[in-house]
Each structure stands twice: as C-alpha cells, then as structure tokens.
C-alpha cells in the first residue's frame, strides 16, 4: 500500500473509512499471554521492512515459545531475510482486504500485529484474521477503530520510534535500533573498500522523483571526490541503471575511478560492503538504512522527508535537509507539493562535499584524500 496509487490510496482511505465504522470493535479484548503464533504485516519497502526489525526482533524475544510470521510483499522479501529473529516470511498482497483476511486467517494468529502507518486495507484484513490485534492510529483517518489495541502514530519523531512505542506497547520494551542478522556476504573481485565511497542516487516508490538529487549536482560530488582521490561506486538494482547511467556519463571519470554496481550486488553483499567503506552518500531511500542496521558511515541527502523523521538512525551518520521552504512535507510516502521538484536542487554540491570533508578529516584541495 505504501506504494500504491493516487486512486488506490483514495479507496482505501475514503471507503476503507466506511467499512471501518462497520467493522469497529466494540470494546478492547484482552491480549493473549501465551500466543502460540504472532503474524506481522510489513507489505513494502526495504527501508520500512529494516526500521521495523528491532521492535519485531524485540517482540520475539518478549515471546520465545511463539511461532512467527511475517507477512511481506515482493519488493522487501530479501529484507525479511536479515531480520534478526526467528521469522517465517510469508507473501501476500492488499489490494484485496477480504481476501488477505481469510489467507491470515488460514495462518491460524493469536496475534497480528500491522507495522504499517496509514492503510486501511492492512488493518482491514488484521481484523478479518480473526486474532487479537494491534495497530497505529495516524492523526487522520478511522483504521485504529479496526484494533483491539491502536498505538497513536507520531509524525514528530522517527519512523524508528513509533515502532518502539509499538513494541513497548506490547510489554516488550523500546527498540530504538534496528536488528539485523550477520553478514557474510562477499564483495566484487578487486576491490579495495578503504578507497571507495558508495553513492545511491535511484530511489523507489511513488514519490520517487521529487527525492532525486540532480544529475548535474551528482556529477559535480563525484568531480570532486575523484579529485581528492576517492574511487567511486553508485549502487542500485538492474533498473536503477537507467538513473546510473546518466550520472556516469555527465561526471566523465574513468572506470577505474567511477563504476555502476547496479544489479551486481545482493542485499546482503551490500550489506556487507557498507561496513568496509569509509562512506555512502544515499538520497532517502532503503540504502540509507541498510546503512544504518550496520551503523555504517553516512551521509543522507533529504529534500521531500526530513532526517528527523526518515533519516538514518546511525550515531555515525549525518543528515542534510535541503534549505527550500517547502522541504520535509513527506510524513507518510505519498504526500504531494506543487514544488517539489524544485526542493532537491537547493541542495547544493558544495554543502555535500564541505559534509564528507568534514566527516573523513579531509580539507578540500589537498589531494588524495588516502595519501
């Protein structure tokens, strides 16, 4: 739902509504001291699925006799994976309610518990399941009214922390930090990691655009990096190569010092490769808090969010918002703003770089930053 459409979102909202008044519960159920089996619903995104791994690692462990389940969609099942509990994933989609309520239902949950913000249809079909359960109320909208227990959803603090309320709500106590498994993921032949600095510059979902940084302010970072003697690699899936590509071709340095990773890398090997370099750039999108599940060198670039509120978690990372006066008008994915594309490129390169001189000790025009 996080990356559905305008006329999807207006449905799910605006008759989601109405079924939701119908539906309601009627009165609080107690939980379930002892649930046999807990079900999680996390339907999207990489960055959301990795935010939510401490409270669901959290509530596992506040259970550890419980079997369970976390029920995903295609564009996160690689980050279910990482999580740091003993998980099953499981896929399904919510464009039909009614039918996610009978297949968690099939699940046979004492407990469900849906991670998602804002969409009606997630606690539509948690309440359709059958068990006891537990949900966020945003500051609009009527899909609390569908839990036996809502969680009030905060958009004056991080994403992180609303999911820590969610796990303290649940007697498991705070997750203020992400949990995810160990890797061992291998890196790419040849490579030295100590000289390379990752950059991600696709980022996913409906608003994908508007949180873009330049081509031109891109190439203008990297012109400078390769000048201080860093070698560069720009991140991505296979499609994000169409984004890459550009880029590669407007900053115009060699591949021995410039070189695209789209579609070479799995999560996991990413993973990997974020704790051996000295830095990742990332616009705001699930890179960035990869990152941050490995507390991993980082520079944030936000226009349309605000670090406050979707920003890495990282103590060894730093976020910079954009100066527009429309920036940060993001809280839940798919918000719009007449100009939006213009937030990004107030941005400027000069900033990014004075950022990354700062946070590696290195003075602009001194060379090779490893020399």
């Known amino acids: 739902?996080?990356?559905?459409?305008?006329?999807?979102?207006?449905?799910?909202?605006?008759?989601?509504?109405?079924?939701?008044?119908?539906?309601?519960?009627?009165?609080?159920?107690?939980?379930?001291?002892?649930?046999?089996?807990?079900?999680?619903?996390?339907p999207t995104a990489i960055g959301d699925t990795l935010i939510s791994s401490g409270a669901i690692t959290a509530i596992a462990k506040a259970h550890p006799t419980a079997e369970l389940?976390?029920?995903?969609?295609?564009?996160?099942?690689?980050?279910?994976?990482?999580?740091?509990?003993?998980?099953?994933?499981?896929?399904?989609?919510?464009?039909?309610?009614?039918?996610?309520?009978?297949?968690?239902?099939?699940?046979?949950?004492?407990?469900?518990?849906?991670l998602c913000p804002w969409p009606v249809a997630t606690a539509l079909a948690a309440r359709l399941s059958g068990a006891w359960t537990i949900g966020f109320q945003p500051a609009f909208g009527k899909r609390g009214m569908l839990f036996d227990r809502k969680v009030p959803h905060l958009t004056e603090r991080h994403e992180i922390e609303n999911l820590s309320a969610m796990s303290e709500a649940l007697g498991a106590g705070p997750a203020a930090q992400m949990a995810i498994t160990d890797l061992s993921g291998s890196l790419?032949?040849?490579?030295?990691?100590?000289?390379?600095?990752?950059?991600?510059?696709?980022?996913?979902?409906v608003r994908a655009l508007p949180k873009s940084w330049p081509v031109a302010?891109?190439?203008?970072?990297?012109?400078?990096?390769?000048?201080?003697?860093?070698?560069?690699?720009?991140?991505?899936?296979?499609?994000?190569a169409t984004t890459v590509d550009p880029i590669l071709a407007a900053a115009g340095l060699p591949r021995e010092v410039a070189r695209s990773f789209c579609g070479k890398l799995s999560l996991a090997e990413l993973a990997a490769l974020l704790t051996k370099v000295p830095l990742l750039v990332s616009i705001d999108t699930g890179v960035l808090h990869l990152s941050a599940a490995v507390q991993g060198e980082a520079i944030g670039l936000h226009g349309p969010?605000?670090?406050?509120?979707?920003?890495?978690?990282?103590?060894?990372?730093?976020?910079?918002?954009?100066?527009?006066?429309?920036?940060?008008?993001?809280?839940?994915?798919?918000?719009?703003?007449?100009?939006?594309?213009?937030?990004?490129?107030?941005?400027?390169?000069d900033r990014v770089l004075a950022a990354i001189d700062a946070k590696l000790g290195v003075q602009a025009g001194q060379g090779d930053a490893n020399a």
């Open 1 to 42: 739902m996080a990356r559905s459409s305008d006329l999807t979102r207006w449905l799910d909202q605006n008759v989601g509504a109405v079924i939701a008044q119908v539906l309601a519960r009627r009165g609080s159920r107690p939980p379930p001291q002892k649930p046999r089996r807990i079900v999680f619903l996390q």
């Open 305 to 349: 969010t605000k670090a406050a509120r979707w920003g890495s978690v990282s103590s060894r990372a730093e976020g910079l918002d954009a100066p527009h006066p429309a920036a940060g008008y993001i809280n839940y994915g798919w918000e719009t703003h007449p100009q939006e594309r213009d937030i990004m490129r107030t941005l400027e390169p």
């Open 69 to 114: 389940t976390l029920v995903h969609g295609p564009s996160n099942a690689a980050a279910v994976k990482m999580i740091a509990a003993r998980l099953a994933g499981v896929k399904l989609g919510f464009n039909n309610p009614i039918a996610a309520g009978r297949a968690l239902r099939a699940l046979q949950p004492d407990m469900v518990i849906d």
């Open 217 to 240: 302010h891109w190439a203008a970072l990297m012109q400078g990096l390769a000048a201080r003697g860093w070698q560069l690699g720009l991140t991505g899936v296979p499609a994000d």
């Open 188 to 205: 790419p032949e040849g490579l030295d990691p100590s000289r390379l600095i990752l950059l991600h510059t696709a980022a996913g979902g």
